[in-house]
T-cell receptor
């Protein structure tokens, strides 16, 4: 029973490098989201998707791109990493309906930008 | 403006004593409220959910929360703290029908032996 799987768990990048954080869920959930967690800030929404082919911006979208070609996968791309993007990134999914459905979280990706 | 405020960034209690973690919210769309728990180096786990069926909601591990509309509060309580309760707790409120939800900044719970 995998749930939400994030890879990699840890990553160190140099400023200006690009990378993709992977997120996959096996629960056939329509809704998927990416958050970043910084000390004392709680979780802030980066991008979200309400279904395959549909994405929208959250609270802090700058510097990040997403796409949703399948229901299962929702990768997050950093095109040119900056030290301000050092954070812990969480992917989440939930079933359809409304925001009253609880979210299922992955274990996170810890990203450091040097 | 929609917001969620966790009134304490840190709470310390002795093992076996009651726990109170406070949350106040402001949202024009609030059919649901949530508490999540995050243990060190882990993702977030749903602790409990309010969906208007009952104002007192019971969750996992002996936690419960009471929705008070007049006070716009959704405080989390537990009668007797256990060492395993040491974690960070987040109050979460949906802003709209989709996934624009607001997380509180979190309350870190410390359990003293």
């Amino acid at each position: 029973n995998a749930g939400v799987t994030q890879t990699p768990k840890f990553q160190v990048l140099k400023t200006g490098q690009s990378m993709t954080l992977q997120c996959a869920q096996d629960m056939n959930h329509e809704y998927m989201s990416w958050y970043r967690q910084d000390p004392g800030m709680g979780l802030r929404l980066i991008h979200y998707s309400v279904g395959a082919g549909i994405t929208d911006q959250g609270e802090v979208p700058n510097g990040y791109n997403v796409s949703r070609s399948t229901t299962e996968d929702f990768p997050l791309r950093l095109l040119s990493a900056a030290p301000s993007q050092t954070s812990v990134y969480f992917c989440a999914s939930r079933g359809g309906g409304n925001a009253g459905q609880p979210q299922h979280f992955g274990d996170g990706t810890r990203l450091s930008i040097l | 403006a929609q917001s969620v405020t966790q009134l304490d960034s840190h709470v310390s209690v002795s093992e076996g004593t009651p726990v109170l973690l406070r949350c106040n919210y402001s949202s024009s769309y609030s059919p649901s409220l949530f508490w999540y728990v995050q243990h060190p180096n882990k993702g977030l786990q749903l602790l409990l959910k309010y969906t208007s069926a009952a104002t007192l909601v019971k969750g996992i591990n002996g936690f419960e929360a009471e929705f008070k509309k007049s006070e716009t509060s959704f405080h989390l309580t537990k009668p007797s703290a256990h060492m395993s309760d040491a974690a960070e707790y987040f109050c979460v409120v949906p802003m709209n029908r989709d996934d624009k939800i607001i997380f509180g900044k979190g309350t870190r719970l410390h359990i003293l032996p």
